[in-house]
């Protein structure tokens, strides 16, 4: 298995992949523009490691290409003459679609676009998949168990929907962020040390996000258990719809959709244009 760039996704998944035992370090060699990235990641996880993304593809059957999406077409470009129907090729460059790839490299490859989050680097990314038209039998279900060894997947089947995802769990990790910076903030405001106010935010996210995962309970009804009659959970709630919190996450998560598309349409256009449509 070969990572063509080994940025913070690319490391998530090297990482996940060799704790959870699901790939061997021997079998897995990576690449990057910085010796000292690539230095740092074989101490780490004892994979080999190149300064060329060539050579990660000629010796890989599985490459996953963990570059922003704004050199994706010029990495593309430069491995093109090593890419075949022998190799199962893994894009995780966020609003690129296989439209996009497929115009760029003018090849019948087998092509997979993956989102995962940053998550993958404690195991608990959310991650969806599309797969191209030249995919053969097994290679979704490869794609699956590779993501599962980090998180959940789901297959996607229209791609489109593809963009939907980018805006809701690729990005979302941010939105818990903020949302857990802003309870650690005003737990400081109301007399709690910066410590235990953002261990406690932090707590508190994890703890609701595996109820509801292991409750399997629609959050509404979660909710309401919380909410006793005139208590204080209901005040909280009673001031954050007042604040639009439901409107402003829509909204985020609607912004960040479309800006996946417009990346999209424009990676597209630039790849049509370097082949002279």
């Given at each position: ?167 809701l769990s690729g990005s979302g990790p941010a939105y818990i962020f903020m ?99």
């Amino acid at each position: 298995m070969g990572f063509v760039g080994s940025g913070n996704m690319g490391e998530a998944l090297i990482s996940g992949l060799v704790m959870s035992n699901a790939a061997s370090p021997e079998n897995i060699i990576c690449s990057d523009i910085n010796q000292e990235t690539l230095d740092e990641i074989h101490e780490k996880y004892g994979i080999r490691t190149t300064t060329s993304n060539i050579e990660v593809v000629q010796l890989s059957d599985i490459i996953i290409y963990a570059v922003k999406p704004q050199i994706l077409g010029k990495v593309f470009k430069e491995t093109s003459d090593t890419l075949d129907r022998s190799k199962l090729i893994i894009s995780i460059a966020a609003g690129v679609p296989l439209a996009a790839i497929a115009a760029g490299l003018q090849k019948e490859l087998r092509l997979i676009r993956v989102m995962p989050n940053i998550c993958a680097f404690v195991k608990e990314s959310a991650t969806a998949i599309a797969a191209g038209d030249y995919v053969e039998e097994g290679d979704v279900e490869l794609a699956k168990a590779i993501f599962d060894s980090v998180g959940i997947s789901v297959f996607i089947r229209e791609n489109t929907l593809m963009d939907a995802f980018t805006g809701l769990s690729g990005s979302g990790p941010a939105y818990i962020f903020m949302i857990v910076d802003a309870m650690a903030d005003a737990g400081v405001k109301m007399g709690l040390s910066r410590k235990n106010a953002l261990l406690l935010s932090t707590q508190t996210v994890l703890g609701a996000a595996k109820l509801l995962m292991e409750s399997k309970e629609h959050p509404g009804q979660l909710k309401d258990r919380v909410t006793s009659p005139g208590g204080t959970a209901i005040a909280g709630i009673h001031t954050l719809e007042a604040g639009g919190l439901r409107t402003t996450i829509i909204n985020a998560v609607e912004s960040a959709t479309n800006r996946s598309m417009e990346l999209g349409r424009a990676m597209i256009e630039e790849f049509e244009k370097k082949n002279g449509k």
